[in-house]
C-alpha cells in the first residue's frame, strides 16, 4: 500500500469505527457484530503500524471505544459521603459504646458487618432505574462512573419490586475478589506490565478505567451496605438492608443484629481468622447503631457519624534484620531513608525493604545497623519498622545517622525550622529532582502522557535530550525513534500522548507542575479559585489563603514557585507549545446563565466538541451529568441524539434545546 492510499484508508476507518463506538455506547444501539468491529479496528491497527506517521492523537485505536473520552464528570453527593472513626483496641470499641449509652440514655442495638476493602461507591435510583453512580471523590462531589458500574453484573440497573422508593441512594463497596485479582496481575505480567500491589488498588485502578470494555472483563463485584433515602422501608438499618437485598441488592452476607456491646466484641474475635477463608479482602468490623431515630439524635461530626466506627485488625507482623539504609531523593528534593533487611515472609509476601519516612522517625526507633527490628505491613505497598527490639542488639554496632550532604550531588542537606524531612536544596541541579520532576510531570494522575513512564523519562535525561518539563514538547521523532529500545512506533505513540496531553485539564497541568505542598486536593481547590495561571500568579498569600484549606505554608510555596524566573520560563515554553493554563469554573457561579441547572448533552455539535460544549456549559455555572433523569434542566440535542435519551426525555417531560438555541441561551 501506497502512503497516500494508506491515509485515505485510515482516514475512512476513523470515521466508520468512531460510528460504530458512538452507536455501541452512546446509542446503545450497533449494527455490527463485536466481531465484525474487531476486523475493522484490526486493519486500522496494521495499517498504524506500518505508517507511524499517519497515527493521529484522537485515533481509535488510542483508545479504545468509549462514550467518555474525556475524563469523568463530577458529579455531587446528594447527602455527603463521611469516613468512619476507627480503631484497633477492643477497649475504644467499649468506649465508644460507653459514649453511646451516655447520649441516648440506653444501650441500643447494634449490626455488625465486616469491613470491605474496596472503594466507596454511591448508586442513586430513580422510579427504579440506576442513574448515577459516583465515587467518594472528597466526600461532597465524586467522579461519575456510572458507565463502569453498570458493567458489574450484581448491580441492577432496573430494580423491578413492590414499594420500592421512587427515589433512593445505596452505597457499597466495590472491589475486586482475590480470584480476579490475581488473573489480572498474572495477565498483567504475561504482557510485561507492572502487577497491582493489592486487590483495592486493581478495583480502585480499574473502576476508573475509561473504557468499559475492560472494565467489564474484570471480575469487580459489589456489598451495598448502606441505604438513604426520604421514604425507607423500615425505621433500623438491619430491616432496611433485608429489604434491599428483596429488591435485588448484594447486601452483607456476613452481618448479625447485636444486643448490646459484648454481642458486638464476640462477633469481632469471631471474625478475625474466620474472614480469611472468605474470596475476598476484607480488615475490619464497622458497627452501627441499628434505629435509625438513635442515629439521628447521634448526629454526626463534621468528618464522621458518631453512631458507627470501625475496627481494624491489627496488620500483620514479623521480626527481621537491619542490614543498611538508602538514601533516596524524591522529585522535591525530600530525602527519604530507606532500610533494607534481611528477607523475611509477612502476610503471604517477601519482604526485603522497609520505608523509613525521617530522620525522626530513625531517632525515635534509635535504631542501630544490624538491629532487630519489628516491621509491620498496613495499607501501604510498603512495610514500615514499627519497633526494635533493643534487647537483642549486636554490641559495638553503630547508631544510623543521616547523611550530612545529598546522596546524588553532594550539596549539603537543609532541614527548615518544624518540618521532619531534610531535603536537597539544589533544585536545578540534583539529577534525581530533575528526572523525579519530570516523571511526575507525566504520570498518570497528572498529565497522563502514554508511553512515557519512569524509564523513558531517565533515558531521555540520560541522552541530553530532556533537562525540565517544557523540553518534552520540543521532542523530535528522530531524535525518540534513535533511541536504544525504542522503535517509530514508540516515538510516535510519545509524540501522540504529548500532544494530547496539551489540552488536559487545568487542575491536572497544575498539579503536573510539582509545586512543593501542591498535591491532587490542592490542585483542585486552587483550579476552581484561580480561573487560569495568570490570575493564580498575580495572586498574594492572603488571596490564596482565603481558599479553603490553603494555609500559610501552601501560599508561601505557591508564592515562591512563581517567583522563580526558571519556572515562569517554563511556563511562556509551555504555552508556546500549545498549551493553555485555564480551565471551566467547576463551582457553580452564582451569576452565571446556566447556574443551579443540570445539563445533559448528547449527540455531536457543529460548533463545539464534547469537551468543548461540556467547558461552555460549566462556564456559564451549569453542571453537566451523564444520564437524563428527573433533576435533568434541559438537554443540548446535537445532529444524532440517542432514540433512547429523547425518549426518556419525552417521558420525563424534560425540555431538548438544539445546539443553537443553547448558544443563545448562554450568550445571554
Ligand atoms: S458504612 C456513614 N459499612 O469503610 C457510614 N462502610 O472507613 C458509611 N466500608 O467509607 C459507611 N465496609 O468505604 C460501611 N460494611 C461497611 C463497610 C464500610 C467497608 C468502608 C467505606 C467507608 C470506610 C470507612
Not at 445505596?170 to 500491589?197: C, H, S, T, V
Not at 536544596?425 to 529532582?433: E, F, M
Request: hydrophobic content about 40%; some cysteine.
Amino acid at each position: 500500500m501506497k502512503l497516500a492510499d494508506a491515509k485515505k484508508r485510515a482516514e475512512e476507518l476513523r470515521k466508520t469505527i468512531n460510528e460504530h463506538n458512538h452507536r455501541y455506547y452512546v446509542l446503545n444501539q450497533p449494527i455490527i457484530t463485536d466481531f465484525e468491529f474487531d476486523i475493522l479496528l484490526n486493519e486500522l491497527e496494521t495499517i498504524e503500524k506500518n505508517f507511524p506517521e499517519l497515527v493521529t492523537p484522537d485515533s481509535p485505536t488510542m483508545r479504545v471505544g468509549s462514550d467518555l473520552t474525556e475524563e469523568f464528570v463530577q458529579a455531587e453527593h446528594t447527602w455527603p459521603m463521611l469516613s468512619l472513626g476507627n480503631t484497633y483496641s477492643a477497649g475504644e470499641v467499649a468506649e465508644f459504646g460507653e459514649r453511646v449509652r451516655k447520649s441516648l440514655g440506653y444501650d441500643p442495638e447494634y449490626v455488625c458487618e465486616l469491613k470491605y476493602d474496596g472503594l466507596s461507591i454511591s448508586l442513586t435510583y430513580e422510579n427504579g432505574l440506576l442513574v448515577r453512580a459516583v465515587t467518594r471523590g472528597d466526600g461532597t462531589a465524586g467522579d461519575d462512573v456510572t458507565v463502569n458500574v453498570k458493567t458489574i453484573r450484581s448491580i441492577p440497573v432496573r430494580v423491578r419490586a413492590e414499594m420500592v422508593p421512587s427515589s433512593f441512594v445505596i452505597r457499597g463497596e466495590i472491589y475486586l475478589p482475590r480470584k480476579g485479582f490475581d488473573e489480572m496481575n498474572a495477565a498483567r505480567q504475561a504482557r510485561g506490565e507492572p502487577p497491582f500491589a493489592n486487590p483495592r488498588n486493581a478495583a480502585a485502578g480499574t473502576l476508573k478505567l475509561l473504557d468499559p470494555r475492560i472494565v467489564a472483563s474484570r471480575s469487580l463485584d459489589c456489598f451495598l451496605y448502606y441505604l438513604l433515602g426520604d421514604r425507607l422501608p423500615a425505621d433500623n438499618h438491619f430491616d432496611n438492608l433485608k429489604a434491599a437485598r428483596q429488591w435485588g441488592f448484594r447486601t452483607p452476607d456476613v452481618i448479625q443484629l447485636c444486643h448490646g456491646m459484648d454481642d458486638v466484641l464476640s462477633f469481632i474475635s469471631a471474625w478475625e481468622n474466620e474472614r480469611k477463608k472468605l474470596p475476598y479482602d476484607t480488615d475490619g468490623v464497622v458497627i452501627k447503631v441499628n434505629s435509625l431515630v438513635a442515629q439521628q439524635l447521634l448526629g454526626n461530626t463534621a468528618k464522621s457519624p458518631r453512631w458507627a466506627m470501625a475496627y481494624k485488625y491489627a496488620a500483620e507482623q514479623a521480626v527481621t534484620e537491619l542490614l543498611s539504609v538508602d538514601y533516596q531523593v524524591g522529585r522535591t528534593g525530600n530525602v527519604t531513608p530507606v532500610a533494607n533487611l534481611r528477607p523475611v515472609l509477612l502476610a503471604g509476601t517477601t519482604v526485603k525493604r522497609a520505608s523509613l519516612h525521617n530522620s525522626s522517625q530513625i531517632e525515635l526507633l534509635g535504631l542501630h545497623y544490624g538491629d532487630s527490628v519489628i516491621i509491620e505491613k498496613g495499607g501501604e505497598i510498603i512495610p514500615k519498622i514499627v519497633a526494635v527490639e533493643t534487647g537483642r542488639r549486636v554490641p559495638d554496632s553503630g547508631p544510623v545517622s543521616f547523611p550530612e550532604t545529598c546522596p546524588e550531588c553532594n550539596t549539603p542537606l537543609v532541614r527548615n525550622e518544624g518540618e521532619a524531612n531534610h531535603y536537597c536544596p539544589n533544585y536545578l541541579h540534583c539529577p534525581p529532582q530533575i528526572t523525579g520532576r519530570i516523571i511526575h510531570f507525566v504520570s498518570r494522575k497528572a498529565m497522563d502522557i502514554e508511553g512515557l513512564g519512569e524509564e523513558t523519562v531517565e533515558l531521555l535525561f540520560s541522552n541530553g535530550l530532556i533537562r525540565n518539563i517544557a523540553d518534552l514538547y520540543d521532542l523530535k521523532h528522530e531524535q525518540l525513534a534513535g533511541l536504544e529500545r525504542m522503535g517509530n512506533k514508540s516515538a510516535s505513540n510519545i509524540l501522540a500522548g504529548l500532544t494530547s496531553s496539551l489540552s488536559a485539564q487545568w487542575h491536572k497541568k497544575l498539579f503536573a507542575l510539582g509545586i512543593r505542598h501542591v498535591g491532587e486536593t490542592v490542585a483542585r481547590t486552587l483550579a476552581t479559585g484561580f480561573p487560569d495561571i495568570d490570575s493564580l500568579m498575580n495572586a498574594t498569600e492572603e488571596q490564596l489563603s482565603e481558599l479553603p484549606e490553603i494555609g500559610p505554608r501552601i501560599s508561601a510555596s505557591v508564592r515562591e514557585y512563581f517567583s522563580d524566573d526558571e519556572n515562569i520560563e517554563i511556563i511562556r515554553r509551555l504555552r508556546a507549545a500549545g498549551m493553555s493554563f485555564e480551565g471551566p469554573v467547576r463551582q457553580a457561579r452564582a451569576g452565571g446563565p446556566l447556574a443551579g441547572k443540570n445539563i445533559v448533552v448528547s449527540g455531536t455539535f457543529e460548533g463545539f466538541s464534547r469537551k468543548g460544549i461540556k467547558a461552555a456549559i460549566e462556564a456559564a455555572g451549569g453542571r453537566v451529568t451523564a444520564t437524563v433523569s428527573g433533576s435533568t434542566s434541559f438537554i443540548v440535542a446535537g445532529s444524532d441524539m440517542g432514540p433512547s435519551k429523547r425518549e426518556k426525555a419525552m417521558k420525563l417531560g424534560v425540555q431538548i434545546l438544539t445546539e443553537e438555541e443553547f448558544v443563545k441561551m448562554i450568550k445571554e
